[in-house]
């Protein structure tokens, strides 16, 4: 399991975690709300699910996370009910969030071609 943690590299305290970049929560994040806005706990499920919860995005993360990227300009948030007709702030993303993902995720494949480059073929 690889856990989204909005700082630099880390691991979970007991070694099991795996490591994600810094800013890539970001563009999970920005992903998830790409196609309809959604409150932090649906963006949350919405990473999970569609990595086959091989990574799960830590609520300490992921506010901090939602808070930067709103002042940065790239999502938006609003005051809405949520499925439980709980109260619940809502995130969409912006047209600059959207150029900013475009461009980061051309950033992540040069990264991974990169880094596969490296590695070369699989050890058999």
């Not at 309809?36 to 300490?60: C, K, M, N, R, Y």
């Not at 609003?78 to 995720?105: C, D, M, Q, V």
């Amino acid at each position: 399991m690889i856990v989204a943690d909005d700082s630099t590299m880390t691991k979970k305290p007991n070694g099991d975690g795996g490591v994600l970049m810094q800013g890539t929560l970001d563009m999970l994040i920005l992903k998830a709300v790409l196609l309809a806005p959604a409150h932090g706990h649906t963006i949350a499920h919405a990473i999970e699910f569609s990595s086959e919860d091989v990574l799960q995005v830590e609520h300490g993360s992921l506010y901090p996370a939602l808070h930067r990227l709103e002042d940065k300009g790239l999502i938006a948030s609003f005051w809405g009910t949520s499925e439980n007709n709980r109260k619940a702030k809502y995130y969409r993303i912006t047209p600059a969030g959207k150029k900013h993902l475009t461009a980061e995720r051309v950033r992540w494949e040069e990264l991974v071609q990169a880094v596969a480059r490296v590695l070369g073929p699989a050890i058999e």
